[in-house]
């Protein structure tokens, strides 16, 4: 993922299988990187696949893992730098209002300002494995993000993946 002149790389194996996401700035118009911060989850565990998504706004990274949690559910981390990129704190972590077991949640991730998509490709309100995509959002300048809306497809089935990819 990129914003202006930083860029985020998951690596969602790293560290034993617990996942890692680099997080680099370039100064010089993008001849040459430099590694600002390497980002892990405050909970992190072996297979969670935490780095498999990112997404980053200004301040604000998104991390998706989306077997974390204990039935794979999924769930999204979300980090900001109030200091230019020097340090990252994890300020959230988000999961469906409705997990339920193997539905990817975390599997796509986005962020635009305050709103946050995820998608959760395997969820199966439409049938098994037809996907959804969640919408969180913050009020209190991403001290807090609460789910707003759970979108599906009007014509969903089973094995569409909606959510599969979000932006």
Known sequence: AIDG?????GAYYSIAGRGAVYVFRTLD??????ELAKLTASDAA??????YSVAID?????VGAYYAT??????????????????????????????AENDKFGFSVAIA?????????????GGGQ??????FRTSDGGATYAQVVKLTASDAAAGDLFGHSVA
Do not use: H, M
């Not at 999204?76 to 959230?92: C, I, K, N």
């Not at 300002?113 to 309100?125: E, K, M």
């Open 5 to 9: 002149n930083t860029v985020v790389v």
């Open 29 to 34: 118009g993008g001849a040459t990187y430099v």
């Open 46 to 51: 072996w297979n969670n696949y935490f780095g």
């Open 58 to 62: 200004g301040s604000t990274v998104v």
């Open 70 to 99: 204990n039935n794979y559910e999924g769930a999204v981390y979300v980090f900001r730098t109030s200091d230019g990129g020097a340090t990252y704190d994890e300020v959230a972590k988000l999961t469906a209002s409705d997990a």
């Open 113 to 125: 300002g305050g709103t946050i998509v995820i998608g959760a490709s395997r969820d199966d309100d």
């Open 130 to 135: 037809s996907g959804s995509a969640y919408v």
